[in-house]
């Protein structure tokens, strides 16, 4: 019996990251103005993450080429958009199911204050973009407090 209820709860959580995902799908689909999404545009997953010296953005573009993608920083915005192309020899009508998604893409990240977007760099290989912003040097010190003799 416990094997059971352990089977249903792991569906549960399961079937509440999969709806998490799908929510967070539409926020970010939400956050994108009328005039920057074109018709029947897709989001790449991504992961975003820190270490102590760069922000680190993998994101998965299978079947995209390199020359189909673009970077763009603009302001404190990181800017990626591109295009995955149909397969050669296939259009629309020919496809008896189509599960992946085809045509433009576009995500659109808020830089945090310590990002350095001029040395932003980029790598691509087997369908993954790796995004590197290495973050600025922090110019703080600690002012020592001297006693002063009034």
């Known amino acids: 019996m416990p ?3 352990w089977t ?4 549960l959580l399961t079937l509440q990251e ?9 926020i970010r689909r939400g956050h ?3 005039e920057d999404r074109e018709p029947g545009q897709w989001i790449p997953s991504c992961d975003m993450f820190e270490t102590g010296d760069a922000i680190h ?9 390199r020359p189909d993608i673009e970077l763009q920083v603009v302001g404190d915005r990181l800017i990626i958009r591109g295009a995955r192309p ?6 629309k009508e020919a496809f008896l199911r189509m599960e992946r ?14 990002a350095d977007p001029e040395n932003t760099s980029a790598e691509f290989e087997d369908g993954v973009l790796v995004v590197r912003i290495p973050k600025l040097r922090s110019s703080s010190r600690t002012v020592p ?5 009034r």
């Open 3 to 5: 094997l059971f209820r």
């Open 8 to 11: 249903t709860f792991q569906d």
């Open 18 to 26: 999969r709806m998490n995902r799908i929510l967070e799908e539409a």
């Open 32 to 34: 994108l103005s009328s």
């Open 57 to 65: 953005l993998n994101i998965e573009l299978p079947g995209v080429g």
């Open 86 to 91: 149909l397969p050669e020899n296939a259009s």
């Open 101 to 114: 998604t085809y045509g433009p893409f576009r995500r659109d990240f808020q830089l945090p204050s310590e």
């Open 145 to 149: 407090v001297v006693r002063s003799d």
